[in-house]
């Protein structure tokens, strides 16, 4: 069964500091889809990213950029430079090859203060 | 340009009194999911369509029932609302329903059962 954890319940930083957001996944499959959707105090969930198992490449977005290791299992979401409009709930999401229905983690609350 | 529309965005409601929350979209898109959220927690899916086939999850109580009339809206009935029904509801589309396909969300109805 698939499983993600997001071990990072809260994280709280200061303006222009760098943050790393975890997430651990857990799947026998070989073809599944990773996922960082955003949550922000409005509620509505934005997708951020996703990236297929076969796929390892480090991708960045702006101040954005996402680590993905096969070998541990990671994949893992930074901000550099945080701003306030950071602040937001970060979801971590993994559907394995046919299944469309994602397994979200607990999400991690990123709180960035000025 | 709104495309996951969600009413109303708040509903309070009696315990017991039956409620509706509606979800509309206008991306055409033959998947729309409804997901309950409890403070803290990850979304929890209930059930989704996929065109007019209902999918329910197992542990979705027989309490929660979903109506889709046509592609562009779905309906959440809640027919006797608990102190635990309380929560935030968010409705989700996606384009055919693959691992790989991305979840777009509406804002979400929050729920308040007095």
């Known amino acids: 069964a698939q499983k993600v954890t997001q071990a990072q319940t809260e994280i709280s930083v200061v303006e222009k500091e760098d943050v790393t957001l975890d997430c651990v996944y857990e799947?026998?499959?070989?073809?599944?889809?990773l996922f960082w959707y955003k949550q922000p105090p409005s509620g509505e969930l934005v997708f951020l990213i996703r990236?297929?198992?076969?796929?390892?490449q480090n991708e960045i977005s702006g101040r954005y950029s996402w680590n993905f290791q096969k070998s541990t299992s990671s994949f893992n979401f930074t901000i550099t430079a945080s701003q306030v409009v950071d602040s937001a709930v970060y979801f971590c999401?993994?559907?394995?090859?046919?299944?469309?229905?994602?397994?979200f983690g607990r999400g991690t609350s990123l709180i960035v203060h000025p | 340009d709104a495309m996951v529309i969600q009413n109303p965005r708040y509903q309070v409601t009696q315990f017991g009194k039956p409620v509706t929350l509606s979800c509309s979209q206008t991306l055409n898109h033959n998947v729309m999911y409804w997901y309950q959220q409890k403070s803290s927690q990850a979304p929890k899916l209930l059930f989704h369509y996929y065109d007019k086939d209902f999918n329910n999850e197992a542990d979705t109580p027989d309490n929660f029932q979903s109506r889709r009339p046509n592609t562009s809206f779905c309906f959440l009935d809640i027919r006797s609302p608990g102190l635990g029904d309380a929560a935030m509801y968010l409705c989700?589309?996606?384009?055919?329903?693959?691992?790989?396909?991305?979840?777009?969300f509406g804002p979400g109805t929050r729920l308040l059962v007095l």
């Open positions: 999401a993994l559907s394995e090859a046919g299944s469309y229905i994602p397994t």
């Open positions: 989700a589309t996606s384009i055919f329903g693959t691992e790989q396909e991305t979840q777009y």
């Open positions: 799947t026998r499959d070989t073809t599944y889809y």
């Open positions: 990236r297929n198992s076969f796929d390892e």
